[in-house]
């Protein structure tokens, strides 16, 4: 149908980048992401690292073993703390290395250049300087001649220094990559991150798994296993504090990799769309709405599933409560008495059981209507 | 018109015949998995005369923990303590399922032993190994495979004894757990006959724990688990046993058999004139040898034996096995006969006999899981250990519904899959091609993208350019054009003379090119084309 | 629909708790039943497509070449937010977007309502249709997407470019053939009066002479003066050789763009325009003058297509009887894989027709595409004016159209061979 047609308008507000970077929604997104992170590392550091395999504890072993002090403070590695304080320094320093990978990856190209010139030139300087100078000292002032030991001895320390970034980047590399994944909107800092710590967690598992870690003997009691279930729930009275842990390590790098991702696919969006869509008022309104929508179902999604998950661990009891109470019967007092309840078996089957009843449920109850009730609720027509 | 598709009556019948296989075999599959209603019983969580609720619950009131195992005996690997474990098979009830695994040489079979899979058997050795108490109580059942493991085998047909219940029948049959038989005072057992436990009434490493504290003064209070034993403020341990069975059948030692067990003893037989009634006719005909006359068999058999891994069998050590040639053992009506009698199970045809069921199945439990560090030196009888257990064997007990029945082989499976080595690589590369299946099919929406095309074919024939190069085609053309510049039509031009032709083209190169049949070169057909184009110009 | 992260989550899921069974890893059967959790929790809410969608074109018709502005208005009518929505405009591809976007990420709530504008341009003639509009809802975490359609369609017709002719047609040697108008004494749409006759049902009452129906007591009509002079006849070949060439310049593409500019002056001089088009058929649009037959002859040439190969003898043939006695004809073609133009154009010539041939010259427009071998060219070339001197032959005005000729341009090139 013809008609009068106006052209495209041009608001106040924009979407260009560095205009939505610091919108208030993308922000809380990435911070939302980087609390995640950081509180998920914390979780499976405690959970699986601290007073098991630390670093603290491996560069004591690397000093007793070499018999010198390394050249990293204890204030700066976190040595000498006990339990998860040995932790908040270089997580801090993790935190300050990804942020700056990030603010770098928004320089120019020649600056960044620059600046991993510099990194690689001072490094060199660090490795090699003193030692260089030392040996050319030898060398004027004996003649030509191998390195001497007071010389080599100059390599030592910065090659312990190297030797102790590198366990610490090792350590801090879900915080580093994550970081700079969250604030330089780089999908692969993210899935590193993520990768990372699955890798780390799947590596664990197999470690713990009793045939192998008896085979690893003294090294094997070391780590850390988990004995969660049969202790009494005291999380809401359906899971154990440990089991919570474990639901909160899972939901949490949900909320950390759906945040992270989701800033990135805005922006992206945004980024995408040509120069007269970017100033077109509708375009950034729905932006707007856009935004708000995923902080809103970031939100509450990611709450839900951790209620979920909480109610579906828990749902056994229920389950063969209400068994009980139907039918009275002997399955219910076996399954109930069951051993495969205590190893995990039943626990799996009948969270998997309600989580399947949650998802028929859809069908059953009119969600979108109540749902759609409460929002038209609270917004009004226009 | 299109015909309308006819009514295809073989195709009906093909799919037809096609659900109706599908769906025998997948019956045939399920009535052998699934097999509900027949309430054979012997679950300790059933209330029923031929259950053994009394017993776990005399358990229960020891402070001993119970389990029950609904799926598969591979579970016994993962349990944490099971030296402390005591794990309870009464009537093997049903086979197992038969899945594909790897045999203890390493081989892929299909489990064709009766009751228990390769698999399975071995979990059980190895919870043996690890100090685990087993007790097989099976009768008719399926339990040959784990017994032929730990070098012993189920006759699996009926035992007669002349030791008998005689108010009742001959099926009810006493056993004596006592080296040597006992025997009959007429109607009744004699109690002369009747002689102590072989090894728990013996003072030395393998003596039962009430037998260290026998005769010690200890109040009830610190009677700990010989509490049934303490009378007149001292323990006071007797250690003879009549048990009460049920339909039995006899225990067959098999000879050189390499177990990996320290100890195999009989703990107790039959008398010398039992019969076996080999080929179930009901009729017992014996002889001097085995033949079709005479199939049956007749002498003393064993009732009980246990197998152990240390030579004494000693509580401390654990890791023992013992058999019991019945599987109703300690059903509610013999272990609670009393209970049985006054109606508790249901009404009682006949009265169940007073017997020591109840008496040797808790001196047995204490004799497996008493706390193993107890020495006998301590002045009150020790506990239990901290964490004893007992664990019900009822993945092979026939449930009373399909819920259950389902969850149960739901358990099984999942079990099964995560436990199994074959079974694991299977769900291992399912789950690989599943993965591999996702990334391959799966494929996400394409994102919207408007794309400006203006696909256009705007060529000609490009074959005619050749033969548009020929010096016929040529010639063709430039005679058209000598005929349209006179303004003549096709049938004057065709009649005209071949002298006033000529004059017409009057270019003696192009008079020749169209008079001379001859081969032309490219560079001499390009000079008489560009003639041509120029010719009539002027 | 699931998307391939929705189906590696809950695949992933299971997969970690079955192998975290396998290993008796408590973490990894959680880590599993939570993103299994995740997914269920989030198949309890999706978006919707119940959206009201209008579409405001700033025209319905316009010439090639011209832009075109679009506006698609989407409304959320019913109660609930629609969540993240993609809407995206089913634009032809043969349109260009020129500025804005046909396509807007939106999550519209109760009432709400966004447009989407942009700006297409048309290059190529033809009847076309915007839509339907597309819709996609995806869920805020991608684990979920469902494609639905407003069936709702614009159609629009690019007509064929105008040329200003007129100057041609002034400087033109031979005038003759364009004499304007001056009155037929024949009745039809007209200003002058021409008779008075008896009311037939159906003429307008406009028409009627009232003082006559006042004198006679009978409705009597005027009835006026043809106004034209001239039946202008055009016919265009639409043969599928006439696609030889590039998108925007073949002998066809030409062809409209001629008949539409012709069509265009002589109307404009209140001459009746007839146009035939012939491809693998015969299309025959009777003369008429006025804006009525001016659109009708545009649509006709937005449509037309290289197709067929019918032989212009059998146009000619069937249409002889309806064309104006002596009345120019115009044929545009390239004449070209048709025996029967010199004796078609002869007929016409014969039956007192001024026969103009416009023909644009195919084996040129051919060489912008292909590769054509010089003395190839040169021959086909020859073969073509011999065929161009014939029709002149035959009385005919002929004109040799080239590819970078200007309409006017080559209507002043008219000659007789």
Known sequence: MAGEVTPQGEGARSLHLRKLRVQWQIVTLQVLATLSLVWMY????????????????????????????????????????????????????????????????????????????????????????????????????????APGNNVLQLLEWPLLMMLSFIIMTFYLLPIITGTKGIWGLSRRGVAWSIGFTLLFLGVHAILTFPLIRSQLGSYGSQLTTLEIIVSEPTVFGLVTAQQFSLILIACLMMVFQESAFGVIRQLEYAYRLPESCKRDPEYVSQMDNLLNGHLRHTAIFLSLTVVATTIALGFHAVLLDWVNGITGSQWAAQVGESIELTLTYGLVISALLFLGIMALLRFIVPWQRFWGLIESSFTTRE | ?????????????????????????????????????????????????????????????????????????????????????????????????????????????????????????????????????????????????????????????????????????????????????????????????????????????????????????????????????????????????????????????????????????????????????????????????????????????????????????????????????????????????????????????????????????????????????????????????????????????????????????????????????????????????????????????EPWRHVFSIIYYGFGDANRYTYYAKSNKIKQVFLSKVRNQNGLSREEFDSLPARDLQGMISDPVLVKFVFENRNYSLEQTVAIVKRIKVWGRT | MWTRKAAFTFTGGIALILIGMMISNHQMMILGLAFIAFIVVNSWVSGHGDVEVQRTLSADNLYKGDDLYVELLVTNRSRRKTQQLEVYDNVPHEMKLRSGLNQMRLNLKPGESAR??????????????????????????????????????????????????????????????????????????????????????????????????????????????????????????????????????????????????????????RDSVSLTIYDEKLSFLPPDTGDKQYFKILSSLAGVAPRGTMPLQAVTNSLAARFSRGSPVFIISSCEGDGTVPSAVRDLVGRGHEVTVLSPSSIDFERLVSRIPRMSYEVLKIERQNRLTSLAGFGSQVIDWMPDMDLSQALLQVRGY
């Open chain 2, 1 to 445: 018109m299109e015909e309308k598709p006819r009514f295809n009556r073989r195709r009906l019948a093909l799919q037809f015949a096609f659900w109706f296989v599908l769906l025998m075999l997948l019956s045939t599959v399920v009535s052998k998995v699934i097999n509900v209603g027949k309430d054979e019983g012997q679950s300790a969580y059933g209330d029923d005369w031929n259950d053994m609720s009394a017993f776990r619950l005399d358990i229960n009131e020891m402070g001993i923990e119970t389990k029950s195992l609904v799926s598969s005996p591979l579970l016994l690997a993962d349990i944490e303590d099971p030296a402390n474990t005591t794990f309870i098979i009464a009537g093997v009830e049903r086979d197992t399922i038969s899945l594909p695994q790897f045999s203890s040489d390493g081989f892929l079979t299909f489990a064709s032993e009766d009751g228990y899979s390769p698999a399975e058997v071995n979990a059980i050795k190895e919870f043996v190994f690890a100090g685990g108490d087993v007790l097989v109580m099976d009768d008719f059942g399926y339990s040959s495979s784990i017994a032929e493991s730990f070098g012993v085998r189920f006759k699996g047909v009926q035992l007669y004894d002349t030791v008998y219940v005689t108010e009742l029948d001959y099926n009810f049959v006493w056993m004596c757990v006592q080296e040597s038989p006992c025997g009959m005072d007429g109607t009744q057992l004699d109690p002369n006959t009747v002689e102590n436990h072989s090894r728990w009434a013996i003072s030395d490493g393998g003596a039962h724990i009430c037998k260290v504290y026998d005769g010690r003064a200890i109040a009830k209070s610190d009677a700990g688990v010989c509490e049934q034993h303490w009378k007149d403020g001292a323990i006071q341990y007797n250690a003879s046993y009549q048990v009460l069975l049920n339909n039995i059948t006899g225990i067959d030692i098999l000879p050189n058999t390499k177990t990996g067990m320290g100890a195999t003893q009989i703990r107790s037989v039959t008398s010398a004139e039992a019969t076996i009634d080999v080929n179930g006719d009901g009729e017992i005909w014996v002889g001097s040898e085995q033949n079709a006359e005479t199939p049956d068999l007749w002498g003393q058999f064993n009732l009980s034996i246990e197998v152990c891994i240390s030579q004494d069998c000693n509580f401390r050590d654990g890791g023992r096995i013992t058999f019991i040639a019945d599987g109703s053992a300690l059903i509610n009506a013999l272990y609670d006969y009393e209970g049985y009698n006054d109606g508790d199970y249901g009404k009682a045809d006949k009265p169940i006999p007073e017997n020591d069921n109840r008496k040797w199945a808790m001196d047995y439990i204490v004799d497996s899981l008493v706390d193993p560090e107890a020495t006998g030196e301590s002045a009150d009888v020790p506990e239990v250990a901290p964490n004893a257990m007992v664990i019900f064997d009822e993945s092979r007990h026939i449930q009373p519904s399909i819920a259950s029945e389902s969850y149960n082989t739901i358990y099984f499976l999942l079990v099964y899959f995560t436990g199994e080595g074959l079974a694991m690589l299977l769900l291992f590369i399912i789950l690989f091609i599943t993965f591999e299946g996702v990334l391959l099919k799966k494929k996400d929406p």
């Open chain 3, 116 to 269: 989407i504008r942009y700006v297409l341009r048309c290059p190529l003639r033809g009847h076309y249709s915007v839509g339907p509009v597309s819709l996609r809802y995806r869920n805020t975490f991608n684990l979920s997407v469902d494609e639905m359609y407003v069936d709702h369609h614009s159609d629009i017709i690019i007509f064929p470019q105008i040329r200003d002719v007129e100057e041609a047609f002034i400087r033109s040697r031979t005038a003759k053939m364009y004499t304007g108008a001056t009155t037929l004494r024949t009745p039809g749409p007209g200003t002058e009066f021409y008779s008075l006759r008896e009311y037939v049902p159906g003429d307008p009452f406009k028409n009627i002479n009232w003082k006559a129906f006042a004198r006679t007591g009978e409705l009597m009509i005027n009835e006026k003066c043809r106004d034209a002079v001239t039946d202008l006849y055009i016919i265009l070949d639409s043969r599928d050789i006439a696609r030889i060439g590039t998108v925007l310049k073949n002998p066809l593409e030409m062809g409209t763009v001629a008949a539409a500019s012709l069509a265009s002056f002589f109307i404009q001089r």
């Open chain 1, 42 to 145: 914390m979780e499976v550091v405690s959970t699986y690292v601290v007073g098991s395999i630390d670093h603290t504890q491996l560069f004591d072993t690397l000093e007793s073993g070499l018999g010198t002090e390394l050249p990293l403070g204890d204030w700066l590695t976190g040595g000498g703390n006990e339990g998860l304080a040995r932790f908040y320094v270089p997580m801090g320093l993790g935190l300050g290395l990804g942020g700056a990978m990030a603010l770098l990856a928004f320089q120019t190209p020649k600056f960044q250049q620059r600046v991993k010139l510099g990194f690689i030139i001072g490094l060199i300087a660090i490795l090699a300087g003193r030692f260089v100078l030392g040996y050319a000292w030898q060398l004027v002032s004996d003649g030509w001649s």
